[in-house]
């Protein structure tokens, strides 16, 4: 039998001390190269996006990666990219920790449009209010001392 697997995630870390490096001009060079590796990893990558201190990417997820692997591949890689190519001067590095969500597929196109309109739902919420409302949607408990 072939194996068959829908397995979508909702990816979401910050810059170190959710410093706000992430500048609009450069951020869609970040993703295209998030992307490419997304696609060499054989995920399918539906959307990323984010402001200047945190990234959403919400991504089918190979059955062969563990989600673990994947993000510190993502992190390791695209760090290096942002330093040799100089795309955000006072970018330092990305936070230890991020927050991982198994997402139905029903709700894919909802999480696209919420990936898309973050500048607007930042206005109303920050970063934190933010990954709290996800952790709490997911039953996930935290402690909010952890939240730096």
């Not at 397995?7 to 998030?34: E, G, Q």
């Not at 995920?43 to 919400?58: E, K, P, V």
């Not at 989600?67 to 993502?74: E, S, V």
Request: aromatic share 14%.
């Amino acid at each position: 039998m072939s194996t068959y697997t829908q397995l979508i995630y909702h990816f979401v870390y910050s810059t170190k001390n959710r410093d706000n490096s992430l500048y609009a001009d450069h951020r869609t060079d970040l993703y295209k190269y998030i992307w490419g590796i997304l696609n060499n990893k054989n995920c399918h990558l539906y959307r990323i996006g984010g402001l200047s201190d945190h990234i959403h990417i919400l991504t089918h997820v190979h059955p062969t990666i563990a989600p673990a692997t994947l993000i510190k591949d993502i992190k390791l890689a695209s760090s290096e990219f942002i330093t040799t190519n100089q795309l955000f001067p006072d970018f330092t590095r990305w936070q230890s920790g991020y927050g991982g969500f198994s997402c139905s597929f029903q709700d894919k196109d909802r999480l696209i449009e919420y990936i898309k309109n973050q500048e607007q739902h930042h206005m109303k919420k920050t970063f934190k209010e933010e990954l709290i409302d996800l952790l709490n949607e997911h039953g996930i408990a935290f402690d909010e001392k952890y939240l730096l």
